[in-house]
């Protein structure tokens, strides 16, 4: 919950409200230990509720600063495709600037009551995670908290990481058909006794890594990041008391949980919606559409208003498209996509001030279909390219939420996609570039998409300043790909257009989807355009683990831009005009996907209205109806038999 609407009302953990002047002021000496010593009538202290809530951002940011700061890997350091948590010891994720792992894993392994003060507990196992680790590279620590010698609570990090074995560099082998050619599996250790840490298991773990000094140094960055922050928390319980805390942690969540029944869901119609969309490939089989399905029933009479039902979704693919979603009852997908219901907001604003925290949970309800499939896949199917499912997954619940809410949420966004390359540098010594390159958001019911987000939060490109010094290619282009956003009413955002001259022989490699299939669009506006790269012409396939590049060839790599949201015939002319002077739509896409004449040279471009008119009365009597709310893009019918539209496309 942000500031706007803390200055105005706050709410107490049995659901009452009070009013607050404006500037709050601070208890002092006794005052404050009085409150401080046991909760306030009718709940939480709602001024110690405002501290707590701020330390806990606090902790997290500086326990992420501290990580990037001191971690050696590109993937860590300069890309930050890492995320901090913090937990209560009732394993509740108290804060929601992101998402996170899970704790359950470890307390599942290590009885809370047996750790001890300067643990450190390491995992990466899928199948061994509770659903919280999503393929191998994906680290995560954990440090507990204590106070009166008891575990009160847990910081946690995990993050991407260059390489932890496995059949190819970077550990994603996207052809890869079981979990053990994708790298090394740990299952929860305590990696750290006591403050001592085990140098047999880092040890085994470094020397399955192709870059062992960056995973040495990732780990130890990570490590003594949490164990800092655990140790500022213990600060927290020390100054209010442990009951006083805990009773704060209580008023956070259920202050989430009825913001987001009370603002959010509120505004989601009563009924049942079935929506699905589709991966393209999985790396082993020819591409084909692999489905993920939500079925969305709203109920709110029911405890839980929001039941999502996967039943529908495709059996589990051969290569490493399957997410492992299925345990402890789903917890860690219904923090993943919340973030989407945020859409709901009455406005822009108020979404941004919204936070996702284990407060969500008690609002939905999942079902999972039987083992075998997609979401429920059986160890050991491979794993490491599950952005396929996961990050659909938010496309999905959106589609379904588009069609219940009558158009009220954003096209389809940009997805994670993994590009790089690796071999020798000039001494002789191995090297890989991996990086994540971001894409366009979807369009949305009041504005276009953003260009060239990152959907990791806070995540980013590499700086081409530091690739170039330390990789042997130059980046001889980098800027927006021209007309990738999806045409609308309000445009799709743009994806990247990237250029690398390779000056060393190397090999590339890619885990990326929607290279056949685009970002949708939604409410009459187009798709998106899709992933593509070239090397001197030679189109690479989505999923490629070792393509070669010579030295003095070029890589092009254009990233996805995202659907548009209503017509694009219903575009201000003077809005598309103005992307074509800034470099946004071209000329040619002007009149033909906005039906927009310009006329001039491109610094003082004009429109020309009567032509413009005439050319969108063609194309809107060449469009037809418009049956389908959805526009899938010129991909879909070369996977779907040559059907322009899904059957739940139709609203």
């Known amino acids: 919950m942000g500031a706007g609407e803390r200055d105005e009302e706050v709410r107490s953990t049995d659901g009452t409200r009070g009013k607050t002047d404006a500037g709050p002021r601070r208890p002092g000496g006794a005052e404050r230990r009085a409150n401080a010593g046991g909760r306030a009538a009718g709940g939480a202290d709602p001024v110690l509720v405002e501290i707590v809530e701020g330390t806990l951002a606090s902790v997290e940011k500086e326990v992420e600063t501290a990580i990037a700061r001191t971690a050696r890997s590109p993937m860590i350091r300069d890309a930050h495709d ?93 052809h890869a058909r079981s979990v053990f050619e994708e790298g090394l599996m740990v299952p929860p250790i305590r990696l750290w006794d006591a403050g001592v ?43 209010y008391g442990r009951e006083a805390v805990e009773a704060c942690f209580d008023a956070i969540i259920a202050r989430t949980t009825e913001t987001f029944r009370r603002e959010l869901l509120a505004r989601i119609p009563e009924g049942t919606h079935v929506w699905e969309d589709y991966a393209e490939h999985d ?33 589990q693919a051969k290569g490493p498209i399957n997410h492992a979603g299925d345990y402890a009852d789903g917890v860690f997908l219904k923090k993943w996509l919340a973030p989407i219901l945020r859409n709901l907001a009455e406005t822009p604003e108020r979404m941004a001030e919204l936070d996702v925290n284990e407060g969500v949970v008690p609002l939905v309800e ?62 002789g010594g191995p090297y890989l570039m991996r990086e994540v390159l971001g894409g366009g958001s979807g369009g949305r019911w009041y504005a276009d998409g953003e260009d060239t987000i990152h959907v990791v939060p806070d995540s980013r490109n590499i700086p081409v300043e530091f690739a170039e010094s330390r990789w042997p290619f130059l980046v001889e282009r980098l800027g927006l790909a021209v007309d990738s956003g999806g045409p609308g ?13 390779m000056l060393r022989d190397a090999s590339f490699m890619s885990i990326a989807d929607r290279s056949i299939l685009s970002c949708w669009g939604v409410n009459g506006g187009r798709a998106g355009r899709p992933f593509l790269v070239e090397i001197e012409g030679r189109a690479m396939e989505g999923l490629v683990d070792d393509s070669p590049v010579r030295a003095g060839e070029v890589i092009r790599i254009r990233t996805t831009g995202g659907g548009g949201w209503g017509s694009p015939l219903e575009r201000d002319p003077a809005l598309v005009a103005a992307d074509v002077r800034d470099g946004k739509v071209s000329p040619a896409g002007a009149r033909d996907d906005y039906g927009v004449v310009l006329r001039g040279p491109r610094d003082d471009l004009r429109v020309d209205a009567e032509a413009t008119a005439s050319r969108r009365a063609e194309l809107r009597a060449r469009a037809g109806d418009g049956a389908s709310f959805f526009d899938r893009g010129p991909g879909f019918p070369s996977l779907s038999g040559g059907a322009p539209y899904a059957e739940v496309d139709l609203t």
Do not use: W
């Open 82 to 174: 890492f995320r901090a948590g913090i937990h209560d010891v009732r394993l509740r994720k108290l804060t929601g600037r992101s998402y996170s792992a899970l704790v359950q894993p470890v307390v599942r392994d290590f009885p809370i009551e047996e750790m001890r003060q300067g643990d450190v507990f390491f995992h990466n196992d899928v199948y061994l995670s509770e659903g919280g680790i999503g393929h191998l590279p994906d680290l995560c620590v954990t440090v507990p908290v204590f106070h009166g010698g008891a575990v009160v609570a847990f910081v946690q990090a995990f993050g991407h990481h260059d390489d932890i074995g496995g059949a190819v560099p970077g550990s994603m082998p996207s």
């Open 197 to 239: 840490p085990n140098g047999a298991a880092l040890t085994i773990m470094t020397r399955n890594s192709r870059m062992p000094d960056s995973l040495a140094g990732d780990l130890d960055a990570e490590c003594s990041a949490c164990l800092m922050g655990a140790r500022r928390l213990a600060e927290l319980f020390d100054r």
């Open 283 to 315: 790396g082993v089989d020819a591409p084909r559409l692999h489905t993920q399905r939500i079925t969305l029933t709203v109920d709110h009479s029911a405890p839980a208003p929001l039941l999502i039902d996967f039943t529908g979704t495709s059996p």
């Open 366 to 427: 999942m079902r999972f279909p039987e083992k075998g499939t997609l979401l429920t896949p059986i160890f050991p199917a491979p794993t490491n390219a599950r952005t396929f499912v996961i990050l659909r997954l938010l496309g999905v619940l959106a589609g379904v939420l588009a069609k219940a809410t009558g158009g009220r949420m954003p096209a389809d966004q940009e997805t994670i996609r993994y590009t790089g390359v690796y071999g020798d540098d000039a001494d």
């Open 489 to 501: 009413l309000h445009r799709g955002g743009l994806g990247y257009d990237k250029h690398l001259r």
